[in-house]
Nanobody, 125 residues
Framework: QVQLVESGGGLVQTGGSLRLSCAASGGTRGRYPMGWFRQAPGKDREFVAALAQSGSATYYADSVKGRFTISRDNAKNTVYLQMNSLKPEDTALYYC??????????????????WGQGTQVTVSS
């Protein structure tokens, strides 16, 4: 069983930056395909970014491409989401997710097995 704990959310002005962290523990040895998703009030959970298990590939939603960067520190078992040039429409609860090993990192929530509790990001205009 993989446990995921997000941190780093907060209140920031338009144009500002935040870095979210997702600390992983438990599970089997090795890396997992990872994703970041977000959910705003009254909306469905949507894909933000994903990182392949190997770390060789990253994927982004069009709405965040060029502004957000997903990365991993293997020594710390932590995945990050660097968010720059934030906009009010980025306001949401951000979730970290892990898929089962040796599966693809996709943009679909149903492909991810393990989820964190979420961290709130609020961007003021």
């Amino acid at each position: 069983q993989v446990q995921l704990v997000e941190s780093g959310g907060g209140l920031v002005q338009t144009g500002g930056s935040l870095r979210l962290s997702c600390a992983a523990s438990g599970g089997t040895r090795g890396r997992y395909p990872m994703g970041w998703f977000r959910q705003a009030p009254g909306k469905d959970r949507e894909f933000v970014a994903a990182l392949a298990q190997s770390g060789s590939a990253t994927y982004y939603a069009d709405s965040v491409k060029g502004r957000f960067t997903i990365s991993r520190d293997n020594a710390k078992n932590t995945v990050y989401l660097q968010m720059n040039s934030l906009k009010p429409e980025d306001t949401a609860l951000y979730y970290c997710a892990a898929a089962r090993q040796y599966t693809a990192a996709t943009k679909f929530p149903h492909d991810y097995t393990y989820w964190g509790q979420g961290t709130q990001v609020t961007v003021s205009s």
